[in-house]
């Protein structure tokens, strides 16, 4: 069966650092990968998708970026944080046919 | 493009009364359809999909939902609904076939209250 993490599962990071979140999936291949993010009380708001190996496409500009250095990873990170880059950030793969997406446990962010 | 209304933002309903969550959508192509419910500090589950076929579709803890395309709408019901229930539930649509995003609702806010 197919099952996905997410690290750090907490995150307390001062204005101004760097971020780096990791998602890996297992049990699948050729996946397409999500990232969104999810502010305090509010819906989802989709950051980056990818359908490939280093195919990234950015949803919303802003100050976080996306990679996929391997087939069933992919790492969402910041050069420096902003204070309203906080919220819950998840990640999500689906395939085919249906593209229906299933959805990591997510990683709290508090920009502080 | 497609776009998704939840028509209410919070539900309050007693223990075992039945409920009803609303959606409809916006769409100039074939669509699928989906309710996913989210529990405090987690991640998205998947509740139920509607890909082709049955316009009534079953899904997991007593839940199921109806797609009406004339009214363009898919709303979630339960006969029935327990304290454990409590989350927030999310529409989303995508178009039939496609490989990429899903457009979210913005969500709605279940209590079952004892």
């Known amino acids: 069966s197919q099952t996905i993490h997410q690290w750090p599962a907490t995150l307390v990071q001062p204005v101004g650092s760097p971020l780096s979140l990791e998602c890996t999936v297992e049990g699948t291949s050729n996946p397409n990968l999500y990232w969104y993010r999810q502010a305090a009380g509010r819906g989802l708001q989709l950051l980056f998708y990818?359908?490939?190996?280093?195919?990234i496409s950015s949803e919303v500009p802003q100050n976080l970026s996306a990679s996929r250095p391997q087939d069933r990873q992919f790492i969402l990170s910041s050069k420096k944080l902003l204070l309203s880059d906080s919220g819950f950030y998840l990640c999500?793969?689906?395939?085919?046919?249906?593209?229906?997406?299933?959805f990591g446990p997510g990683t709290r962010l508090t920009v502080t | 493009a497609q776009s998704v209304t939840q028509l209410d933002s919070q539900v309050p309903v007693f223990e075992e009364a039945p409920v009803e969550l609303r959606c409809n959508y916006s769409s100039s192509v074939s669509v699928y359809l989906f309710w996913y419910v989210q529990y405090p500090n987690q991640g998205l589950q998947l509740l139920l999909k509607?890909?082709?076929?049955?316009?009534l579709v079953k899904g997991i803890n007593g839940f199921e939902a109806e797609f009406n395309k004339s009214q363009t709408s898919f709303h979630l019901r339960k006969p029935s609904v327990h304290i454990s229930d409590t989350a927030e539930y999310f529409c989303?649509?995508?178009?039939?076939?496609?490989?990429?995003?899903?457009?979210f609702g913005s969500g709605t806010q279940l209590t079952v209250l004892p």
């Open positions: 509607y890909l082709s076929g049955s316009t």
């Open positions: 999500a793969w689906s395939v085919r046919p249906s593209y229906e997406q299933y």
């Open positions: 990818s359908v490939g190996i280093g195919q």
């Open positions: 989303a649509v995508s178009e039939a076939g496609s490989a990429r995003q899903l457009t």
